[in-house]
């Protein structure tokens, strides 16, 4: 499984006052200082064989997808691997995630600094955070 929710996932809703006052408008340079749309930000949950989307969050163009990301939990299960990439490296969410008994394998900004298990011979490495508790990092 993938999870994504980046700037491409925000959609554009029907102009009415009921969706901007749920998803709100981004800001625009036109003078009117908002956009002609609502928009929702959507975060799926997507099987990598076949790109079904599983499971769907969604929120405010303006809401995190790491937030929006957590509720994605109610659809993972023991053994399945769950891809994200570095926007999801949350302790948060990965406590949530893995609280479920899914496995789960993210991308870090390259500013974090994690400990060195050991090095493998891409230039990779996993890692194991003690001070959260929470599993091991592959970085590099």
């Not at 969706?19 to 340079?29: C, I, L, V, W």
């Not at 997507?46 to 499971?55: F, L, N, Q, Y």
């Not at 609280?99 to 490495?125: E, F, H, I, Q, Y």
């Amino acid at each position: 499984m993938a999870a994504d929710g980046h700037r491409r996932y925000r959609l554009d809703v029907a102009d009415s006052q009921a969706n901007a006052d749920a998803f709100g408008r981004p800001g625009s340079g036109r003078g009117e200082g908002v956009g002609g749309y609502p928009q929702a930000h959507v975060v799926a949950l997507v099987e990598c064989g076949t790109h079904a989307v599983i499971d769907a969050a969604l929120g405010g163009w303006h809401d995190a997808e790491v937030r929006l990301a957590e509720g994605l939990d109610r659809s993972l299960t023991p053994g399945m691997l769950v891809l994200g990439d570095r926007d999801f490296a949350s302790t948060r969410l990965v406590r949530a995630w893995t609280a479920t008994g899914a496995d789960v394998c993210l991308r870090v900004k390259a500013n974090r600094r994690l400990p060195v298990d050991r090095m493998l011979p891409d230039g990779s490495w996993p890692t194991t955070t003690r001070r959260t508790g929470w599993g091991r990092w592959w970085s590099g």
